[in-house]
């Protein structure tokens, strides 16, 4: 069974912090994609990363896929509290099926 | 341009009762999706459409039936509900499979007692 582990499950801090947040599988995965999900809303498509090693920049925000294609990472600079809500990692595995993590929620407090 | 339209937004079921969430799109998606949220297990899915008059079975399919009655709409049905049904459903459309990401409606909270 493919699965996707997200940590920490949890995280608040005070805004103007950096921080960086994991995802982590056993399996190989030909890309994997970040989504947001703020109270009440579905997930947003944040970026699909598909090269191993390949890095990412949305603003603040900063991805990496692993160089093995197993992991990746998600760095936010500086939070905003406009920053604050729940990270999915996701990775499509064949097909039309794609696995979720579990999440990381953030809070970031001004 | 409203993208993915679930109804309703919360639900209250009976065990036993039967109830259809609907979910339309309007971006010309040839695929459909439909997701159950639960706290810290993430999104699984359930069943998804791959194109108009097919239908599949995701990961947790038992106790849901679909239809994708035309491009547009993708609606699932719960025959008895049961408490374990008790979570947040997310329909979703593609452009197609693959990494084509993932586009989702804002949920439907579905209680069953």
């Known amino acids: 069974t493919q699965l996707l582990e997200q940590s920490p499950q949890f995280l608040s801090i005070q805004e103007g912090e950096n921080l960086t947040v994991y995802c982590n599988s056993s399996s190989v995965f030909s890309s994997l994609q970040w989504y947001r999900q703020e109270p009440g809303e579905g997930p947003v498509l944040l970026v699909t990363v598909v090269t191993g090693g390949e890095v990412k920049k949305l603003k603040r925000l900063t991805f990496q896929f692993g160089d093995a294609r197993k992991d990746s990472s998600l760095h936010i600079t500086a939070a905003q509290p406009g920053d604050t809500g729940l990270y999915l990692c996701?990775?499509?595995?064949?097909?039309?099926?794609?696995?979720f993590g579990a999440g990381t929620r953030l809070f970031v407090k001004a | 341009n409203a993208g993915v339209t679930q109804t309703p937004k919360f639900q209250v079921l009976k065990t036993g009762q039967s109830m259809t969430l609907q979910c339309a799109q309007d971006m010309n998606h040839n695929s459909m999706y439909w997701y159950r949220q639960d706290p810290g297990m993430g999104l699984r899915l359930i069943y998804y459409s791959a194109s108009e008059g097919t239908t599949d079975k995701g990961e947790v399919p038992n106790g849901y039936n679909v239809s994708r009655l035309n491009k547009r709409e993708f609606s699932l049905r719960l025959e008895s509900a049961a408490p374990s049904q008790t979570s947040v459903y997310f329909c979703?459309?593609?452009?197609?499979?693959?990494?084509?990401?993932?586009?989702f409606g804002n949920g439907t909270r579905l209680t069953v007692t």
């Open positions: 996701a990775a499509p595995t064949g097909g039309f099926k794609t696995i």
């Open positions: 979703a459309s593609s452009l197609q499979g693959g990494n084509s990401p993932l586009h």
